[in-house]
């Protein structure tokens, strides 16, 4: 059973060209498979629709092997499926970093202590605990993009979505990122114009041009 089965996906904004015409992806477990395209080719709008915050024109969605058509059907997804936004400053809105990747399990209905308990783990087995009391808005880039792999994986998604996530990295930064995702169990499915990034992590590519996805 795939993961993520996107079917002969259309969808254009209104008043625009299409932006995906006829795209269809398929996402195994375990599987680390990577988009390419250029900008405005719609990769975003990919993970969007397979979270349920774009509806297609036309086309199946399929996470965890049910159909997703109505809202309802995504909130599962959102549990399950883990988002890093292309801008950190998009993903971290708490005073401190311990705060921030205590959201998502709060949310969860987990318990202040139990949340935590998450943070602490969570940070240890990345690496991060020197960031844990840090005032959020003053990290560096590098120190956000982190935290904001954090915050997701505090979720314990099975799935994890990456857009853009070396952007404004620096080379030791960028390092500890490939270190940290090649050790994750997860599946990912990674966005990203980083060739060597892509290579990496994501070994399985995509294209994304013209609306289609093909192999390369």
Sequence with gaps: MALIELDDLHFAYPG??????GASLRLEAGQRLSVHGPNGAGKSTLFRIILGLQKPDAGRVTV???DRRAEADFHEVRRRVGLVFQDPDDQLFCPTVAEDVAFGPLNLGRTRDEALAIVDRTLADLGLMHLR???THKLSGGEKRLVT??????MDPEVLLLDEPTN?????????????LAALPQAILLVSHNPDFRAAI????????EGRLVPG
Excluded: F, K, S
């Excluded at 792999?149 to 505090?154: Q, S």
């Design 16 to 21: 625009q060209a299409p932006v995906l015409n």
């Design 64 to 66: 965890m092997g049910r």
């Design 133 to 135: 009391d840090r005032i």
């Design 149 to 154: 792999l954090a915050t997701v994986l505090a």
């Design 168 to 180: 404004a990295l620096d080379t030791a930064n960028e390092a500890r990122l490939r270190e940290i």
């Design 202 to 209: 994501a070994p399985d590519t995509l294209h994304l041009a």
